[in-house]
């Protein structure tokens, strides 16, 4: 098994800690994981992206052309990589901050309304968390309960309290996905 | 047996940091400079001055940093620094005045693209400077170029056993992408940092008052005014990197065996390469990897040797072309050499290098 995923959107929206999360909970399965991310002035504000990579077998290039599926938060992250999915990958974005869908038809694109349900449920802290359930019901990488050790690992521990939140926000996630 | 804590998620920079700790690391002395400065940062997170002894200060500038490597070093410490590119360029005089007065010690360069301030994205354009010795005479000093943050985590013990080993100044030279990349890696174990008594008697020569014989003899700099001592001293440094370059050359390949073309890249750029050649393997091209780990010395002999079996070499490297002339110097003319990379801080992709492979071809 080998996953390549593109996770990108605004700065602030969490996208790289969801990627280490996701690497982290890699790592916890016994995986090879690469996360590298872009670091330049996107971190300063603006849009952020990161290249997460999940294995069974030693991974080559941490820097790719093509991704196995892309998660995109934001319209200029949905026009730059959906033209860099695999054939038949897949592409997921949340409606909220996107104009123009996407328009590929050899890929798969899933939808999710993880702004508006965290905003409904007073839980925009965890709205990272909402998308990688998304991504998580799409392709089961990694286990919830690996997900969860490494939240706790991550997380620093004045901010455990927060555990049970972020856990919901991934459940609620997988239920608020879906084709289009 | 690993113990579980050891195997960690890390930035290569965080792994350089923690690395520099267990392996007995005496001193850290740096300045603040993306992409590189979480080895300070997690250096002051980590307070080693409360558990190892380690001293860990952050200096005024750059060159402030690469003096307390030259003072540190001297008295036989294991001391090291680390900065990216432009910082870098500030510490070459302290660098070859090291080199003069052989003076160990490591210094962390984790490129960005220049020239001048240049970027703060990745670049490999510090290979002429990093092996060509940098600042003035005729001296080199041992470069070594990790491809994961697992080789730089083992390098900053490996560099400490060389630059003492020689009495020479070490580099890792590493880039943006082995910096910034989180990756597994299972850390080095706990080595205890050297005793006084320990340094007097492996360093005979450090300038520390212990094992003090007579006046004089610990004397170090790189100053010598008789042109005939001078020589002396000159021929003495170019019979020692003569050693080096014959025990010291270390170098990684995949897929060489059957290969008819051969990629020729360090650090990220080989990771990057590694990938394309997944893909140009799958399409049933013949096509390995070879991986200079030390850049200085260059495995010269190894390349000589490819060049007698391979119809052609390409050599990725993130700049405008700099090791391609190491290799053409090895190739000799035999067969075609292309060279590929991108500038300013941008990464090549896999795509990008199939598709100087396939120039390549044609060309051969």
Request: hydrophobic letters at 45%; glycine letters at 8%; a negative charge.
């Given at each position: 098994m080998k996953h390549e995923i593109i996770i990108s959107g605004f700065g602030g929206q969490g996208v790289l800690s969801m990627g280490k999360i996701l690497a982290y909970a890699g790592l916890m399965e016994g995986k090879e994981v690469s996360w590298m991310p872009a670091y330049g002035p996107e971190q300063r504000g603006g849009t952020a992206n990161v290249t997460v990579i999940v294995s069974d077998d030693p991974i080559s290039s941490p820097i790719l052309s093509s991704y196995d599926t892309a998660i995109v938060l934001n319209q200029p992250s949905l026009d730059k990589f959906q033209a860099k999915v695999k054939p038949e990958g897949d592409l997921i974005f949340d409606c909220f901050n996107i104009i123009e869908r996407p328009t590929r038809t050899d890929i798969t694109s899933y939808e999710m309304t993880a702004m508006e349900t965290a905003a409904e449920q007073n839980m925009m802290k965890c709205f990272n968390m909402f998308v990688l359930g998304g991504l998580l019901k799409l392709h089961p990488i990694v286990s919830v309960e690996n997900v969860m050790k490494a939240l706790r690992k991550t997380l620093p521990e004045r901010h455990h309290n927060l555990l049970p939140m972020?856990?919901?926000?991934?459940?609620?996630?997988?239920?608020?996905i879906r084709a289009i | 047996m690993t113990n579980e804590n050891d195997i960690l998620l890390l930035k290569g920079n965080e792994a350089i940091a923690h690395a520099a700790i267990r392996c007995g690391c005496d001193g850290y002395f740096g300045y603040p400079i993306t992409p590189q400065s979480e080895v300070l940062e997690t250096l002051a997170e980590l307070k080693p001055w409360e558990t190892t002894g380690m001293v860990v200060v952050q200096a005024e500038s750059e060159v402030a940093s690469i003096n307390m490597l030259y003072g540190g070093g001297g008295t036989g410490k294991k001391v090291m620094t680390s900065s990216s590119s432009p910082g870098v360029a500030?510490?070459?005089?302290?660098?070859?005045?090291?080199?003069?007065?052989?003076?160990?010690g490591l210094i962390v360069n984790v490129q960005r693209g220049g020239p001048g301030l240049g970027t703060i994205q990745p670049s490999q354009s510090d290979y002429n400077q990093a092996t060509r010795g940098g600042g003035n005479g005729d001296?080199?000093?041992?470069?070594?170029?990790?491809?994961?943050?697992q080789e730089m985590a083992d390098f900053v013990d490996l560099s400490f056993e060389l630059a003492f080993k020689y009495r020479i100044p070490a580099m890792i030279l590493s880039d943006g992408v082995i910096g910034q990349m989180m990756e597994k890696v299972v850390l080095p174990p706990y080595k205890p940092r050297r005793t006084e008594e320990e340094i007097g008697r492996d360093c005979p020569w450090a300038s520390n008052g212990i094992g003090l014989k007579k006046r004089g003899s610990q004397c170090i700099t790189s100053l010598e005014l008789d042109p005939a001592i001078m020589e002396k001293r000159n021929l003495h440094l170019q019979e020692k990197y003569r050693q080096i370059q014959e025990n010291e050359v270390?170098?990684?390949?995949s897929q060489t065996e059957d290969a008819e073309y051969l990629i020729v890249a360090f650090g990220s750029a080989a990771r990057i390469s590694q990938k394309a050649i997944e893909i140009a393997r799958a399409r049933g091209e013949k096509v390995g990897l070879f991986r200079p780990i030390t850049l200085w010395p260059f495995p010269q002999k190894e390349i000589r040797e490819y060049a007698e079996r391979v119809k052609g070499i390409l050599v990725v490297e993130i700049n405008a072309g700099q090791m391609v002339y190491d290799v053409k110097y090895c190739v000799e003319g035999k067969i075609p050499v292309r060279q590929f990379g991108r500038l300013g801080g941008i990464v090549p992709d896999p795509d990008e290098i199939l598709n100087a492979l396939d120039e390549l071809k044609k060309q051969s």
């Open positions: 972020n856990e919901q926000a991934i459940l609620k996630g997988m239920e608020i | 500030l510490m070459q005089e302290g660098i070859a005045y090291m080199a003069g007065a052989e003076v160990p001296y080199n000093i041992i470069v070594l170029a990790p491809n994961s943050v270390r170098y990684q390949t």
